[in-house]
């Protein structure tokens, strides 16, 4: 399958198999911006460290590194005993994003009917499946997109650029390629479109600032990265004229969790009349849940994400240094919840639904009854 985003010329996914066919290989993320490291992971208990971690985030890619995590421990062992062991252990790792319990839930189904012997191949090759979705379904979510930035473009004056804001790092680091949020920027670029993107830092991990801005730098699309509490003052004053992120989990009435600090974004949004889509995968969509607020888990992280922060220093070296008094102590939310009513709508892959439960089940009647 075609792959869109490169890195120094050459074309990559987030996550694929190494040339033994059973390692798992990733890009380390927690490396970014500074240094670009390949990593392989032969055991569960690797790839475990690696969600928690962040070495893979994003909903999507969490949800392909865990189905190949159930692959590789299949490969040491594909007896039930393992398996079941191996999924509690995942399951563990990210709470929010529900994109992991989907991945465990499916590969589950499939391999408890088989015969040990078969299992591991099973594993292997819906992994693999999984990862090939996930891209079409990327690509289809800019697809769907676009027009909404086209529109703006065709009322902009000539030379003038589409303003995009978007929150945290919903682009190809955070999916298997392409990304949700930054699909349509892409495709928009590519299609000689003037796009912008106001990047949000998104302290206190920096994902937008690492991550969201490395990748559109190494794609060419114009950029700056703006203080997390600057997107409210650029809206007033007419410097945005859509907002798009990504959700690590949406409810069947469309709430949506996202990294924390969305809220915020759409609150101003809604105040200052710029519309607020959120781009997910279905697989995102968590069909038993109807309050995001109180029914959505929300991961609470080690505090020294808050009180320290890490980047290069003068000398050109890595280090992490503390920002806060010794003694204080911080809290770290990981994600917070956008209810409904203030999403314009949820750009999936089969078209743009109305936040709410008749607008999801529009465009999937499959889930009618869940």
């Known amino acids: 399958m075609e792959r869109s985003m490169k890195v120094d010329e050459k074309a990559y996914r987030t996550i694929w198999l190494a040339e033994d ?17 390949l990593l392989d992971l032969e055991s569960l208990e690797q790839v475990a460290e690696a969600i928690k971690s962040m070495r893979v985030r994003g909903a999507p ?27 509690a252990v995942l399951a563990a790792t990210r709470p929010t994003a529900v994109n992991l319990r989907w991945a465990l839930a499916d590969i589950q189904g499939r391999l408890m009917p088989l015969a040990d012997e078969d299992r591991t191949a099973a594993a292997y090759h819906r992994a693999g499946e999984i990862c090939d979705e996930d891209v079409e379904i990327n690509r289809r979510i800019g697809t769907n997109a676009l027009p909404l930035i086209k529109e703006i473009a065709a009322n902009k004056r000539l030379g003038e650029v589409v303003n995009v804001l978007t929150h945290c790092n919903a682009g190809w680091l955070a999916t298997v390629d392409w990304g949700t949020a930054t699909s349509p920027v892409y495709q928009a670029h590519d299609a000689g ?25 190494h794609h060419g699309v114009p950029h700056t990265v703006i ?10 004053h007419g410097q945005v004229d859509i907002c798009i992120t990504g959700t690590d989990r949406t409810t069947a009435t469309g709430d949506v969790a996202n990294k924390i600090g969305t809220y915020l974004k759409a609150l101003a ?14 697989p995102t969509i968590d069909w038993t849940l109807s309050d995001g607020v109180s029914d959505i888990p929300i991961e609470e992280r080690d505090g020294s994400e808050v009180t320290e922060i890490t980047g290069r220093n003068a000398a050109g070296q890595i280090e992490t240094v503390r920002i806060v008094p010794e003694g204080s102590t911080a809290a770290n939310p990981a994600f917070d919840v956008t209810p409904a009513h203030l999403v314009t709508g949820l750009v999936t892959e089969r078209g743009i639904a109305g936040a709410s ?7 999937f009647p499959e889930n009618a009854t869940k």
């Open 269 to 282: 949004a809604r105040e200052n009349g710029v519309p607020f889509y959120v781009a997910l995968p279905s």
């Open 61 to 87: 890619l969490i949800g392909a590194a865990a189905a190949y995590g159930l692959a590789v421990a299949m490969h040491h062992s594909p007896t039930t005993e393992n398996l079941e062991q191996s999924i």
């Open 227 to 236: 203080a997390d509490n600057a997107g409210g003052h650029l809206m007033q």
């Open 357 to 363: 439960r008749e607008g999801l089940r529009k465009l």
């Open 193 to 217: 479109i003037p796009v912008h993107v106001w990047v949000d830092e998104t302290r206190p991990r920096n994902q937008g600032a690492s991550l969201t801005a490395w990748e559109l730098g």
């Open 21 to 37: 066919g059973w390692r798992i290989r990733i890009i380390d993320q927690t490396r970014l911006p500074h240094e670009f490291v």
